[in-house]
Structures are given as structure tokens and as C-alpha cells.
């Protein structure tokens, strides 16, 4: 028997419906059940073939224990080694490396040293750094956020440089960026399972929580839910992940990726709506299922690695087209 088991905290509603999902379907070998730890032994696996991931960003315990299974061969989905190294700065790098506009950012040291460092730590950075430089380059406003992380903690808006420094301030040992704010016209936040299939989703992060995402949506247009689809499919390969959100907000007809490294997205039926919850139910079901049957005792069984140098390999492609 092929186990697929999911790692998860205060979620009600994702997944008892995802277990129930995958015995449903009665594939033959193949069972689904919430992972139980009893203990965490070197190299070893507690026999699960596929682990879906929606906790171990907040519980370190959780993702050492990934890790591990991981190298014994479970296929871990989000990979835990790359999500242990992803921050939101490099993402807006590789963005650019796969031909996805991102908004103008910027890297800034934590205001605050951190522990057990001192002035000769720092003795490569210029300081004060090139504060004007930098906000002539984002311009304002501005969000003031971690270069790490999630769920809008220590997320600011920033109107000019006065308030800028107030919050920097503010930020303690936190490495910040600051990024432009791109005015939009429509916003989506997007699903991608498997870094082939996409479900649109429209959003409007200005809205209370439970009001964020758009009942009874209007049609979208062809070529934009095709420049979507490419923006997100792009990102997705780029990144690995095989459970993943992608938010793009639309300025001037152009798909702008703002946020797009959640490995652990929501998927409360309560927040996303009975569609979007049996779409993502369904399709989660189908890949863990599929990577159960494709699973290689004693192998590395993770997906990451090639994706980069193919979206890469890709945009490069693209470009060399374009010239032709």
C-alpha cells in the first residue's frame, strides 16, 4: 500500500476533504490518511510514499521532520529544502530571469544589528546607504515588507521617505525590501497544482478578509486569461512548487506577479468559495495520487531541480524567437 498522508494545523475544512478525495477515487495500492508522528528516526520514512505539507512554515519541528522523510525518498510536496531557502527577494529575481514583470524592489539591512555582531560585521556596507538612489528607483507609495515570510506580518504602506524611516525604525532585526505599488484594475490570485494546471481566481486584497475573493466573477477576456495562465505557469516552474498561489495585479493590460511564493495557500472553503474549494480538492487529489503510483522505493522522489533550468532554458527561447 502506497500511503499519501497531509501535515496540517488549524485547517477544518482542506483536509478531511482531500483524505475522503483520494479514497473516494479507490485507486487500487494507493490510501490517504493525516500523518501521525510517533517518533522521527535518521533516514527513515514511517512509510509514506507522498506527504502534502500545509504546516511546517510555522512549526520548525515539522519541517526538520520533512526533510528527513524527504531524503529517505517520500515525495514531499512543497519541497522542504527549497522552502527552507525561498525568500521573496530572490523570487522577484528568478521572476525576472523567466520574463514575468515584478514591481521596482529593493533589498535593505535590518535596521537593528543582529545578535552577537558588531560594527566590523558590517564593514562591506555603506552606510547611510544611498537613500536617495532608492527611492527615486521605487518611487511612492510603497509596501515596506519582510524579505521573508507571509500572511501581511510587518507589512507597511509608505507614502514618502519621512514615513519610511519612522517604520524602519520600527523593524527591528527584520531584513526588509521596499517595492513599488502598482495601481491595478483587476487582481487574481491564482492556484497552481503539478506547475500545469491554473485556476483563476478574482481577488481584491483590499477588501476585508472574508469579502477578498469575487463571487460571481466576470468573464475574462481570451488573451488576458492566456497572459495570466503563461505568468503563472512560468513562476511555478521557475519556483518547483507543485502547491502554490500566485497573486497578479494588472496595470496597463500587463500581468505584474506580487506575491507568489505560498506554499501553503488557502484553501478554506469558508474564505475561497465551494467552486474554487472543489477545484483545488479535485486536482490535489488527482497529483498526490499520481505521484503515490509514480513513487520509486529508496529513490529522491522530489521534483525540484530541473524546473529552474527549464524556465530558464525557456525564457531564453522566448527571446531568441523574437528576434527572429
Known sequence: MRKIGILFGKEETFPPAFVERVNSKKEPGVSAEFVRIEKVIQGAADDYAVIIDRISQDVPFYRAYLKNAASAGVAVINNPFWW???DKFFNNALAEMVGVAVPRTV?????????DTEDKSFRNLAYPLDWDAIFDYVGFPAFF???????WKNVYKIHNREEFFEK?????????MLQEEIQFTEYYRCYCLDCRLVRLMEYDPRQPYHQQYVQNPKPIEAKMKKKLEEAVLKLCAGLGYDFNTVELA????VPYAID???????????????DNFEW????AANMAIERAKKFKKGAMNLTWGKFITEAV???RADAQSLKI
Not at 280 to 283: C, I, L, R
Open 280 to 283: 483545488v480538492v479535485e486536482n
Open 313 to 315: 532554458q525557456n525564457r
Open 107 to 115: 533589498l535593505l539591512p535590518s535596521h537593528t544589528r543582529p545578535d
Open 84 to 86: 527552507s531557502a525561498d
Open 260 to 274: 507568489f511564493g505560498n506554499p501553503a495557500p488557502d484553501a478554506d472553503v469558508r474564505s475561497v468559495g465551494a
Open 168 to 176: 524602519y525604525h520600527q523593524t527591528g532585526q527584520l531584513v526588509m
Open 250 to 253: 494588472i496595470r496597463d493590460g
Open 145 to 151: 515588507k519582510p524579505f521573508a515570510g507571509g500572511g
